[in-house]
């Protein structure tokens, strides 16, 4: 996996603030206490688990609460902890089946803001008055999930004492890092003319302080039912009026509005850091990249909003609309800082083609001869839910059908990062490769097991490799689980998927309101209420799918899948599905593949550098320690930095050789869903392909990243899986 030098530079050196966990915020006059009762009542009735409220319950409630709002125990102190627990500790429960959700959800939150307030003020304060040394023999933790609460507000003190420090140094050696690469490099320093580092944190902490501020009802009433919801299962969840919209956004790769990517800026504006190629930002003209926008008329009245330090949620809210409708922008140009100028932008329907399915078609030599393998990648299992035609199944099925005419040999069907979507479309998309037949099997609450079945017609039968990570989850564990139950693929890559096992339905809790309550905003609970299991008898829940063939890949040295997460459900068995038949193709040839997967791994370059990689983020996750020494910090990163240089001077060098090689063996073809019926497909440019669908604006720190790119854009997982690929079909012709 490679990363953006600047994604890179500031994991090295930034301890970031993201760990301020403060909502959004909007009006509302739903009645919160009817909606916390029905929720309540519900989660009852409908989960899974069928647990039912009790002093316990309550007790995790809280838990979860406190968790949430203050996941690094960085706002509560123990004397407050304690306070909670007596007054809410076993009463939560009742306040919500009795009406009384905002009776407890009001002074719940207005304590988290008013110690958020406090603590943010005070950080400010430390900055200003504090002259820090950064030479004490003193380490802080990288990570505070697991820390106890301070005992008192003194402690607090020394806490955040601690906490500016490092802030502020990191930003100091994030600094010195880049001006250093600069004058290695000779070329001009990128962040000569930033402001003072405590001057970029003063006004980082004043976003934070805004954000805090603007809270109303509708963030009361969602802090305290989501960390209810979230006590049954990881993935019920109460779900805002605002964060359904986003729900149903997420599942639909388009959406309504100007096509440019926003994101917040120190400095209080919201800056453009991608502009879609053929969206109305572009086709406008005016809007350019790095433009930052400082207010918004969302409904072109004339009435501009100042949306400074606003939320980017809520900014991104404003610019989008209604299509045909316009928007009005105030806009600081990138080159014209301070002159602000008027853009008025049409908003239309913006296809966001990097969320699209879309493949290629690599011909490489293969013992000397040609062989044709189709790469189909899916970031997602996306269908609109507002009963539009966009629907995964149907783009994949031309892409395979096109793959087909092109006499492919094999395909891999990389579902790396992909975090799931529509059980239907995977249904759908599993026939493609194994015809009709079951999918996946569901068992409700009251044991009830239904199948879940493809009527596919079979498009291919060659060999197939299933590429997943950690973050491969939900629906790309279905697919992933059935083609390797039915014998159809192989799966590689981490030692196993996320493992999400459960099934979740949808509920708009206004539906069961009394008829005289206001219920505009009630919101939406997501409960579980089935489980998944393969049509093989195991549920992916907890263990995910195992690959058959494990590559070292960064994903691998951090802690991430359902078994991290609190309340996971357990993972169990069912009988096998009836219907479906194991193919032994792939168990015959596994061993070989397997071994010959290993030698080259073994021999890989670039797998050797990842084993290192695993090994010295899974050192300072398991260390779990930040110097507070400037000395101490700069020689950490001199270490890294010329290790990374070190691996690049190699690289280099080898990449250059593999490009010659590249161009003699391997010719690679696009295939888009735009050119899926073209008469010919185009060669792949690598230098062009990610600008095809987004402009991106450049960080200005990436000019000095010397890492080369992996020649012909296929990185070292994507390149094994082609070998195995290879394997298969030699193996298979033999």
């Known amino acids: 996996m490679q990363f953006k030098f600047s994604y890179w530079l500031k994991s090295l050196c930034i301890a970031s603030l993201s760990s301020l966990s403060i909502t959004s915020c909007a009006s509302a006059a739903t009645d919160f206490d009817q909606v916390g009762k029905q929720m309540s009542i519900l989660l009852q009735n409908f989960h899974f688990s069928k647990q039912e409220f009790s002093d316990e319950m309550s007790q995790k409630f809280l838990d979860m609460y406190l968790n949430r709002m203050d996941p690094n125990k960085i706002f509560f102190t123990q004397e407050d902890i304690d306070v909670l627990k007596k007054k809410y500790g076993e009463e939560l429960d009742d306040y919500l089946m009795s009406s009384e959700t905002m009776t407890a959800a009001k002074p719940l939150y207005n304590l988290y803001k008013q110690r958020a307030l406090q603590r943010v003020e005070m950080a400010r304060k430390l900055l200003i008055d504090h002259n820090f040394k950064f030479d004490r023999d003193k380490t802080v933790p990288r990570s505070r999930k697991k820390a106890e609460w301070a005992k008192d507000e003194a402690a607090m003190l020394e806490l955040w004492k601690d906490m500016v420090e490092e802030q502020l140094l990191s930003e100091i050696l994030r600094r010195e890092t880049v001006s250093k690469l600069a004058e290695e490099q000779g070329k001009p320093d990128p962040l000569a003319n ?61 959406l309504t509005g100007i096509g440019a990517l926003l994101s917040a800026e120190d400095d209080g504006s919201t800056k453009i850091s991608g502009i879609v190629v053929g969206g109305p ?41 209604p299509e045909g409708s316009t928007v009005r922008l105030k806009v600081e140009g990138a080159d014209t800082p301070g002159q602000a100028k008027i853009i008025t932008i049409v908003r239309q329907k913006v296809d966001l083609k990097d969320e699209l399915a879309k493949a290629e078609i690599v011909e490489v030599l293969n013992q000397g001869k040609p062989e044709k393998i189709g790469i189909v990648r899916l970031p997602s299992f996306y269908a609109d839910m507002d009963g539009g035609a966009r629907r995964c199944a149907k783009d994949v099925r031309k892409l395979v059908e096109r793959m087909i005419k092109e006499k492919v040999n094999g395909i891999i069907i990389d579902l790396r990062n992909n975090g799931g979507g529509s059980l239907a479309e995977v249904c759908d998309m599993t026939g493609f490769f194994t015809g009709k037949g079951p999918v996946v099997q569901v068992k409700d609450t009251r044991g009830r097991i239904e199948t879940k079945s493809s009527d596919s017609q079979t498009l291919f039968n060659g060999p197939i490799v299933v590429m997943i990570n950690k973050l491969s989850a939900s629906a790309s564990e279905i697919l992933a689980a059935a083609l390797q139950d039915y014998g159809r693929a192989v799966v590689v890559g981490d030692t196993a998927s996320f493992g999400k096992g459960t099934v979740q339905q949808p509920i708009d809790i206004a539906r069961f309101l009394p008829a005289f309550s206001s219920k505009d905003r009630a919101g939406y609970i997501k409960i579980t209420t089935q489980k998944f299991y393969r049509i093989a008898g195991g549920s992916t829940q907890l263990k995910g799918v195992e690959s058959d063939i494990v590559l070292p890949t960064v994903t691998a040295a951090f802690d991430i899948g359902e078994k991290t997460m609190d309340f996971a459900m357990p993972y169990d068995k069912i009988p096998p599905s009836k219907g479906y038949e194991q193919s032994n193709r792939v168990e015959k040839i596994l061993p070989e593949l397997q071994k010959r997967s290993a030698e080259r791994v073994a021999k890989n370059p670039d797998f050797q550098v990842a084993k290192e990689d695993i090994d010295l983020i899974k050192k300072r996750i398991d260390e779990n320690t930040l110097s507070l020494n400037k000395s101490e910090r700069q020689k950490e990163n001199t270490d890294l930095l010329d290790r990374k240089k070190k691996v690049n001077e190699e690289r280099k060098t080898r990449f250059a050789e593999m490009t010659k090689d590249d161009a003699k063996n391997l010719k690679i073809y696009r295939l888009t869903l735009e050119d899926v019926d073209a008469p010919e497909l185009s060669l792949v440019d690598p230098n062009e392909e990610n600008k095809q669908f987004m402009k991106m604006a450049e960080d200005p720190t990436d000019q000095l990243d010397s890492t080369p790119d992996y020649p012909s854009g296929l990185d070292p997982e994507l390149r094994e899986a082609i070998n195995i690929v290879n394997d298969m079909i030699n193996l298979e012709n033999k």
């Open 194 to 254: 930033e402001k003072p580092a405590e001057e970029k944190l003063l006004m980082r902490y004043e976003r934070i302080l805004r954000n805090i501020q603007e809270c109303d009802e509708e963030d009361f009433a969602n802090a305290l039912l989501s960390a209810v919801a979230l006590t049954y299962d990881p993935h019920t969840e109460y779900m805002s009026a605002r964060e359904v919209d986003r729900f149903k956004q997420s599942m639909n790769p388009t």
């Open 281 to 321: 930002a572009e086709k406008g003209g005016e809007l350019k990249l790095n433009d930052k926008i400082v207010a918004v008329d969302s409904r072109n009245t004339g009435d501009m909003e100042d949306i400074l330090f606003m939320k980017i949620d809520k900014v991104v809210d404003k610019i989008r609309g």
